[in-house]
């Protein structure tokens, strides 16, 4: 089983396609990492790309040593991760939603919100979880600009405008 120094996740099986062992994949991000020859690891196992397609549904991913229905089945849930050190830099301005984790949200105010606890992908939009600092509650925040306009990663800490109610 392969581990990973620095893993950020690509991309999670979200169904089989057809009988050939396709998967069908949501990206994280633009897609852009899922490309003909890399070698993410999925469930501990590195697996080189042999195809790529995408979709109005996602993606379509071809793994070497997948080739049936039930093996792509198996496969269902499951993160396609990378080490960091095989991504392609972010462009001026940009970063991954990873490297929110662990950020201070502070308010407009500059008063401390919480910390980002993780994110997760809805049809919508990323959500980001902020861990209240007080309560330790969870807050769901949509990763929008309206609630989010301003993110500063030397800084480490995002400016959060939570949805009313």
């Known amino acids: 089983m392969e581990e990973l120094s620095d893993p950020v996740v690509i991309g999670v099986v979200v169904a089989p396609h057809g009988v050939r062992g396709t998967l069908r994949v949501r990206a994280l991000g633009a897609g852009k990492h899922l490309r003909k020859g890399k070698e993410p690891v999925v469930v501990g196992v ?13 993606f379509l991913l071809d793994l070497e040593g997948i080739e049936s229905r039930a093996g792509a ?6 993160e396609i991760v990378l080490d960091r ?20 949200a502070v308010d407009d105010a500059g008063e401390i919100v919480g910390t980002v606890d993780d994110t997760f992908e809805t049809a919508a939009h990323e959500v980001l979880v902020v861990r209240e600092e ?7 925040l949509p990763f929008t600009l309206e ?14 405008r939570p949805p009313e109610g």
């Open 147 to 160: 609630h989010v306009p301003e993110v500063d990663l030397e800084a480490g800490r995002i400016l959060i």
């Open 46 to 58: 590195r697996r080189r790309i042999s195809a790529v397609r995408q979709t109005p549904k996602g």
């Open 134 to 140: 007080e309560d330790r509650q969870e807050l769901y």
């Open 85 to 104: 050190a095989e991504l392609d830099a972010p462009e001026e301005g940009e970063f991954y939603v990873a490297d929110l984790v662990g950020l201070t």
């Open 73 to 78: 089945r198996s496969l269902k849930g499951q």
